[in-house]
Nanobody, 129 residues
Framework: QVQLVQSGGGLVQTGGSLRLSCAAS????????IGWFRQAPGKEREFVGA????????YYADSVKGRFTISRDNAKRLVYLHMNSLKPEDTAVYYC??????????????????????WGQGTQVTVSS
């Protein structure tokens, strides 16, 4: 089974940038799609984006499209969430998650947190106004 360890995050001003990392150990990393989710205080967890097993396709929530980018390096067993033009409403705990599957699915599938088998520990992102 894969284990996910996150790094990055922190405090940034509006308009700034951050990069989150999600490092995987165990399992065959190239068989896992990776999703990113976030949860703000008092709010439900929401989908941020996802990348397919090969890294060939990415999906994003409308709220981050054009500002956030997901990339992965299967050789290094790493996935990155690059966040630009950050806004105060991006403040949340961010989680990466892994979905083991022999197939690539659509964005609607990856947007559902219940489809993921393994989760990182979460990392705080705070955007000050």
């Amino acid at each position: 089974q894969v284990q996910l360890v996150q790094s990055g995050g922190g405090l940034v001003q509006t308009g700034g940038s951050l990069r989150l990392s999600c490092a995987a150990s165990g399992g065959t990393f190239s068989r896992y799609a990776i999703g990113w989710f976030r949860q703000a205080p008092g709010k439900e967890r929401e989908f941020v984006g996802a990348v397919t097993r090969s890294g060939g396709t990415t999906y994003y929530a409308d709220s981050v499209k054009g500002r956030f980018t997901i990339s992965r390096d299967n050789a290094k067993r790493l996935v990155y969430l690059h966040m630009n033009s950050l806004k105060p409403e991006d403040t949340a705990v961010y989680y990466c998650a892994a979905d083991f599957s022999p197939f690539d699915y659509t964005g609607n599938y990856y947007a559902q947190g219940s489809n993921y088998n393994h989760w990182g520990q979460g990392t705080q992102v705070t955007v000050s106004s």
